[in-house]
T-cell receptor
Framework: GAVVSQHPSWVICKSGTSVKIECRSL??????MFWYRQFPKQSLMLMAT?????????EQGVEKDKFLINHASLTLSTLTVTSAHPEDSSFYIC?????????????FGSGTRLTVV | GENVEQHPSTLSVQEGDSAVIKCTYS??????FPWYKQELGKRPQLIID?????GEKKDQRIAVTLNKTAKHFSLHITETQPEDSAVYFC???????????FGQGTRLTINP
């Protein structure tokens, strides 16, 4: 089946540094990738929608200058958390819709556990 | 945009009994409603889904019903087993933005 590979699976960084998370679609092309954040015991909250070759669409309340999204190719989307702070510690997960929205459902990356110390 | 409400937030049932989780959505244009099971620290795993042109779907012990008029859908798990213990999320596809909007989640505990 369609797979999205997400790396790293976990990362610990110092406060003030930046962290990049990558999501690659391995056997399909993803023109759109969705980035979610999940705090402990909470739901998946959509942060932004990344679109290949154009600017990402951010959800209300998400700082676009802090969470940089790049979708430079049909198989790679990246999320960079800039100037990370402890409150950014969370589980970040990407997702892509299959078959261009024509009934294929969604596939998810394995997630990245970010801990900012 | 779409908004999904999920209840209950926690559910405890005896092994062998049935469990029901309910969700409501706000956008009548939404057309795809998946249910996910999530283990701690893992990606959501699709367990069943339903599209807006269908009222009910069943897969062994799991079933989903959809009431488009009332804009609600439900997950039914019969003959529950300890391995069914997990967090379950419903979701609805916002047809306009093509994004998946999740409910708040239900922590299901199956008591032996």
């Amino acid at each position: 089946g369609a797979v999205v590979s997400q790396h790293p699976s976990w990362v610990i960084c110092k406060s003030g540094t930046s962290v990049k998370i990558e999501c690659r679609s391995l056997d399909f092309q993803a023109t759109t990738m969705f980035w979610y954040r999940q705090f402990p015991k909470q739901s998946l909250m959509l942060m932004a929608t990344s679109n290949e070759g154009s600017k990402a669409t951010y959800e209300q309340g998400v700082e676009k200058d802090k969470f940089l999204i790049n979708h430079a190719s049909l198989t790679l989307s990246t999320l960079t958390v800039t100037s990370a702070h402890p409150e950014d510690s969370s589980f970040y997960i990407c997702s892509a819709e299959l078959q261009g929205g024509k009934g294929g459902g969604y596939t998810f990356g394995s997630g990245t556990r970010l801990t900012v110390v | 945009g779409e908004n999904v409400e999920q209840h209950p937030s926690t559910l405890s049932v005896q092994e062998g009994d049935s469990a029901v989780i309910k969700c409501t959505y706000s956008d009548s244009a939404s057309n795809y409603f998946p249910w996910y099971k999530q283990e701690l620290g893992k990606r959501p795993q699709l367990i069943i889904d339903i599209r807006s042109n269908v009222g009910e779907k069943k897969d062994q012990r799991i079933a989903v019903t959809l009431n488009k008029t009332a804009k609600h859908f439900s997950l039914h798990i019969t003959e529950t087993q300890p391995e069914d213990s997990a967090v379950y999320f419903c979701a609805a596809r916002d047809q306009g933005a093509q994004k998946l909007v999740f409910g708040q989640g239900t922590r299901l505990t199956i008591n032996p």
